[in-house]
């Protein structure tokens, strides 16, 4: 107790005048971190729109690759009838049959479509060292590549 009239002290304070000090610390505290939260939250909103707004991108450059992909047969540059081109998409985009259509098939030849600078994944490159090993000239494996243009380039 104070030597005042009972009031007590807190550190050599009066308990008003420190419950003041203290709610106004907490005042300052509650709206510095207010104003952190804020700013905080704009960064992230910002870097939560950016990934949003390049996953939309890798999945526009995607879909084009797939449909890229499904066109080959019918691009300028693809050396194969169309007619005896079979889609399979997944792990390699298609199985063409030289001479089915009339009627004399030659061979077996998997195309794989890449479209710009994209390679074989490891599945794709473990068919074709299968394929290459086993094949005898009679199977094989080729990468179509497709530009942007929509010509095509023999990548192997």
């Known amino acids: 107790m104070g030597a005042k009239g009972g009031t007590m002290d807190v550190l050599g304070v009066p308990w008003e005048a420190f419950l003041g000090g203290v ?9 510095l971190f207010l104003l952190g939260f804020r700013a905080g939250s704009g960064r992230a909103t910002e870097r939560l729109e950016a990934g949003r707004l390049e996953h939309e991108r890798r999945s526009r450059l995607t879909l084009g690759g797939r449909f890229a992909e499904q066109l080959a047969p019918y691009f ?3 050396r194969y009838d169309p007619t005896e081109v079979r889609f399979l998409g997944s792990p390699i985009d298609f199985v063409v049959f030289p001479g ?6 030659r061979e077996i030849v998997f195309v794989e479509v890449k479209r710009g600078g994209a390679g074989l994944d490891r ?6 060292d299968l394929v290459n090993a086993a094949g005898g000239g009679v199977v094989r494996f080729e ?3 497709v530009m942007r243009d929509g ?3 023999d990548a192997t």
């Open 100 to 105: 089915m259509a009339t009627g004399a098939p």
């Open 76 to 78: 300028e540059g693809f």
């Open 23 to 31: 709610a106004a610390l907490a005042v300052v505290a509650g709206t």
């Open 143 to 145: 990468t179509l590549r």
């Open 151 to 153: 010509g095509t380039g």
């Open 123 to 128: 599945g794709q490159r473990r068919l074709r």
